[in-house]
């Protein structure tokens, strides 16, 4: 609420303003460290007791291969279903490619599945575990798929310089 957002009266979206200066300073630190952080501490999993066995439990395997294979199903395939009919457009300048990598990068986010995970497992503790562990390794796998797709899916003037939009 202090800093000021322009410099001059004529130019309300200044780049140089002290608000956008500190807005990209803060954002990769906001980003990449304490979003990741907060959400991984409000997930409530405890990693005291894991095993790597746990990683190849049914419920583990299910739960992280539900949450990568219907989040990418579901998104890409309601896109491509819905640009079909012409009921949108893909947007400008993204290639099919693109769309799906977006739809991996959808399957990162836990809050819902762990809600819904926990709700079903609410008598049986000892499969609550489980669930974390499998939310967390299958967002993981839709983070590291994701981001793999839109590297390769990036024009080679982009690659390696950050700025995949």
């Not at 004529?10 to 954002?27: C, F, M, N, R, Y």
């Not at 405890?46 to 199903?73: E, Y």
Request: aromatic content about 8%; hydrophobic content about 55%; charged content about 10%.
């Amino acid at each position: 609420m202090t800093v000021p957002l322009r410099l001059s009266v004529g130019k309300p979206d200044d780049p140089t303003s002290p608000l956008h200066i500190l807005e990209h300073a803060v954002q990769p630190w906001s980003a990449y460290l304490i979003l990741p952080v907060f959400g991984f501490a409000n997930a409530g999993v405890s990693l005291a007791g894991f095993s790597p066995h746990m990683l190849l439990d049914p419920v583990t395997l299910g739960v992280a291969l539900g949450l990568f294979v219907s989040k990418q199903a579901g998104v890409f395939g309601l896109v491509l279903v819905a640009v079909r009919l012409g009921l949108a457009q893909r947007p400008a300048h993204a290639t099919w490619v693109q769309v799906y990598g977006v739809s991996l990068l959808c399957g990162v986010g836990f809050t819902m599945s762990l809600f819904i995970g926990l709700l079903a497992f609410a008598d049986a503790p000892a499969l609550e575990a489980e669930v974390k562990i499998g939310v967390l390794a299958g967002s993981v796998a839709c983070m590291v798929a994701g981001a793999l797709v839109l590297l390769v899916a990036a024009p080679r003037e982009q690659r390696g310089r950050g700025d995949l939009a």
